[in-house]
Nanobody, 126 residues
Framework: QVQLVESGGGLVQAGGSLRLSCAAS????????MGWFRQAPGKEREFVGA????????DYSDAVKGRFTISRDSAKNTQYLQMHSLKPEDTGVYYC???????????????????WGQGTQVTVSS
């Protein structure tokens, strides 16, 4: 069983930056492909970005491409979501997700992930 704990959410003004962290435990971190999703009030959960188990290949939604960066630190068993140029429409609960990964594959769909964190709130004020 994999446990995921997010942190780093908060309130920020439009144009600002935040960095979210997701600490993983319960399984060898290098075996996990990771992802980030978000859910705004009244909307479905949507893909933000993902990073592969190996090599660190990444993929992003069009909404965040060029503004958000995903990285992972195997020494700390942690993945990060660095967010710049935040917009009010980035507001939502951000979820960390994980699954046993295959090589350099990245996964964009929520149903592909087996493990989820509890979520952390990000609010961007205009």
């Amino acid at each position: 069983q994999v446990q995921l704990v997010e942190s780093g959410g908060g309130l920020v003004q439009a144009g600002g930056s935040l960095r979210l962290s997701c600490a993983a435990s319960g399984r060898t971190f290098s075996s996990l492909a990771m992802g980030w999703f978000r859910q705004a009030p009244g909307k479905e959960r949507e893909f933000v970005g993902a990073i592969s188990r190996r090599v660190g290949l990444t993929d992003y939604s069009d909404a965040v491409k060029g503004r958000f960066t995903i990285s992972r630190d195997s020494a700390k068993n942690t993945q990060y979501l660095q967010m710049h140029s935040l917009k009010p429409e980035d507001t939502g609960v951000y979820y960390c997700a994980a699954r046993i990964g295959s090589g350099s594959s990245v996964y964009r769909e929520a149903y592909m992930y087996d493990y989820w964190g509890q979520g952390t709130q990000v609010t961007v004020s205009s």
